[in-house]
C-alpha cells in the first residue's frame, strides 16, 4: 500500500480531520466518513477485477463526498485539512475515470 498514492493521501486526510475541533455529532460523522475512504481504497485495491475496484473506489469516493458536505456545514472550507480532502477527491476522481 505504500506506493498506493490516493491511499496515503486518506490516510494523511483521516489522521488530520480527526483532529478537527468540531461539535460533538458533526465529529462523530466525520470519523466515521473519513475512515470509510481507506478502508474502502484498500478493500478496493485486493479485488481482482476492475469492476470490483471500481465499486469499492466509488463508495471511498461518496465518503469523501459527505466529508466535504461535513466541512461545509461546519464552515471549515479554508483549512489545510480541507485543502487535502480537495486533493484526495481529485486523486480518488482520476483513479476512477483512469478506468
Known amino acids: 500500500m505504500k506506493n498506493f498514492r490516493t491511499y496515503n493521501l486518506s490516510v494523511s486526510f483521516y489522521r488530520s480531520a480527526t483532529a478537527m475541533p468540531l461539535p460533538s455529532p458533526l465529529k462523530d460523522q466525520l470519523k466515521r ?5 481507506p478502508l474502502n481504497l484498500a478493500e478496493g485495491r485486493g ?10 473506489f466509488s463508495i471511498a469516493f461518496g465518503s469523501v463526498r459527505e466529508c466535504q458536505a461535513l466541512f461545509d456545514i461546519a464552515d471549515l472550507k479554508d483549512t ?7 486533493s484526495l477527491a481529485a ?3 482520476k483513479l476512477i475515470k483512469k478506468g
Open 33 to 37: 466518513a473519513a475512515l470509510s475512504v
Open 47 to 56: 479485488r481482482r477485477t476492475r469492476a470490483d475496484q471500481i465499486r469499492f
Open 80 to 86: 489545510d485539512t480541507y485543502r487535502l480532502l480537495d
Open 91 to 93: 486523486s480518488l476522481y
